[in-house]
């Protein structure tokens, strides 16, 4: 089954709305971690989310969710781009003891501490150019409330999501009222009243039925009344860009001391990627060479040609 996201737009009502499904993508990003169930559903319902805000939004460059916990699960991130190439990952703290049914504040706001941060990173920075960043408190107690609350808060903009996500596939629909048009009182109301009826039945989606049921079945299930304008789909894929650089770098701002010790006691350094699970192996050399070499792009080079 391909990954698919479908947007759609109500005719003669101002809403607009998305359904996706992620089933390669979402098992590629299991393939090399054992979460625990409860993990499962919160990173799988991000990662829906994720590609629907970005499909959502016209900005080309990357978006980099970020659920930052103060309970057993310490991060949470999903980047997504503007072609939706997404990876995600999961970092829980250790010996962390998760039930099947933990909830969202269970495992990421036990103490009141959860944050919530999106980056939008432009493709084509100027120099000196920021990636733009909003950080709030982890406001709602699931992934779709906590993001509903933060598109009300930072765009004004009315919006819904209905994820969920298992060991198999990861789905999700956002709906999102279209800003006033302004106009007479009654068309105002007429607004109102469209995406209400929207958000309704929306809200006839059960979990169960998300999670077992392909897309086109849902919308035709949920929207058969309605005239809805539908555009070509988009077709998210997990991707990693993870190079030997930028893992070099990451050595490069432990710092040399750090890193010499920890040569020292390991004999070699071995980093595995978070999001793909890729090896990189830095031996004694590779490390010196870091800290010495007069750019970053030479240092990290893989040393293969050069030693042997
Ligand atoms: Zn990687």
Redesign the pocket.
Known sequence: MTDTLQKFMFEHAGVRGEMVELNDTWQQTLARHTYPRAVQTILGELMAASALLTANLKFNGTMIMQIHGDGPVKLLVVECDAELKM?ATAKLSEHADIADHATLSDLIHAHGQGRFVITLDPNDKMPGQQAYQGIVPLDGDSIATVIENYMQRSEQLDTKLWLAADAQVSRGMLLQKLPKTGGAEAQVEDETEAWNHAVMLGDTLKQEELLSTDIATLMHRLFWEETLRVFDPLYPQFQ???TREKVGNMLKMLGEDEVRTAITELGKLDIN??????HYGFDPVDCAQLFVAPTVAEGTQAPAEIKH
């Open positions: 990876r990693c860009n993870c990627c978070d999001f793909c699970g890729k």
